[in-house]
């Protein structure tokens, strides 16, 4: 899919951004552990329009959502995590969004799950190239690392990922 620009001169590039890949930054989010994956998109898309003038490079803007949506989930895992440990507060338990629930099947059910128990690096990677089919170039440039950490992030997730759903069964 081709990168969309956001238009500086008015609001219906960023309109047409927004319509073309917000589900898709919500899923993404969703993937990625987020809690609140609807208020991650929309939060990223809020400092891309804060920041739209700023991008270097104007076809960037949905590498820019995604690096922001990374960041955010991260940031929001980690402040769920020390709240926790401060409070000593069970975690809250899991109630299913819409988007969880149409991905509901028992088989994507056992694969989030798996995903989820992988460590951070891991499964933003298999998100990242797997879900979001991204290469190992942009995958590497949304999470700061470089090609070869990707490659090596990629092939331990799939070889946990493997030998979660291989005990599974």
Not at 59 to 64: C, D, F, P, T, V
């Amino acid at each position: 899919m081709m990168p969309m620009a956001v238009d500086e001169a008015s609001d219906g590039g960023y309109a047409e951004l927004f319509d073309a890949h917000f589900w898709g930054l919500v899923r993404f989010a969703r993937l990625l552990g987020a809690d609140d994956p609807e208020d991650v998109a929309q939060e990223a898309f809020v400092r891309l329009h804060r920041k739209q003038r700023a991008l270097r490079d104007p076809n960037a803007s949905l590498a820019y959502l995604r690096t922001t949506v990374c960041n955010l989930t991260r940031n929001r895992l980690r402040h769920l995590g020390v709240a926790r440990r401060r409070s000593h507060l069970a975690p809250p338990q899991d109630v299913a969004s819409a988007e969880a629930s149409a991905v509901g099947r028992e088989s994507v059910r056992e694969l989030i799950a798996a995903l989820g128990g992988l460590p951070r690096r891991q499964r933003e990677t298999l998100v990242l190239r797997y879900w979001l089919d991204l290469t190992e170039r942009e995958a590497a440039e949304v999470l700061g690392v470089g090609i070869g950490t990707v490659k090596t992030h990629a092939a331990r997730g799939i070889a946990a990922l493997g030998r979660t759903l291989g005990e599974a069964r």
